[in-house]
């Protein structure tokens, strides 16, 4: 297991037949978000982690999760870390 949470794996299959992929539209501008973010190497650009600072508590998110929700809230002008955890719980 690696320092960081894992998500989950969105192929996964649910009890029902759809996975969490699946019931995101192919147009959608989370997929654009994702692609993106997928292609820029995280810590070449320098983001810094406090990951050798953390000796307790839960692992941290991984950096370009992060950069993925920043970005999306940024697209839709959410720019309350709270309203950015109310729409992922929303969405999700």
């Known amino acids: ?3 960081y ?3 989950l794996n ?3 299959q649910l009890m029902f037949p759809p996975s969490l992929d699946e019931l995101v539209e192919e147009d959608n501008v989370v997929r ?3 692609a993106y973010a997928d292609t820029l190497d995280i810590f070449k650009l320098n983001i810094k982690t ?4 953390i000796k307790d508590g839960q692992p941290a998110f991984h950096p370009k999760l992060l950069l993925k929700i920043y970005i999306y809230g ?3 002008k959410i720019r309350s ?3 950015l955890e109310g729409e992922i719980n929303r969405n999700l």
Do not use: D, H, T, V
């Open 1 to 3: 297991m690696g320092i």
């Open 5 to 7: 949470k894992q998500g």
């Open 10 to 12: 969105r192929k996964q």
């Open 32 to 34: 654009a978000i994702e």
């Open 50 to 53: 406090k990951r050798n600072f």
């Open 74 to 76: 940024y697209l839709n």
């Open 81 to 83: 870390s709270r309203k």
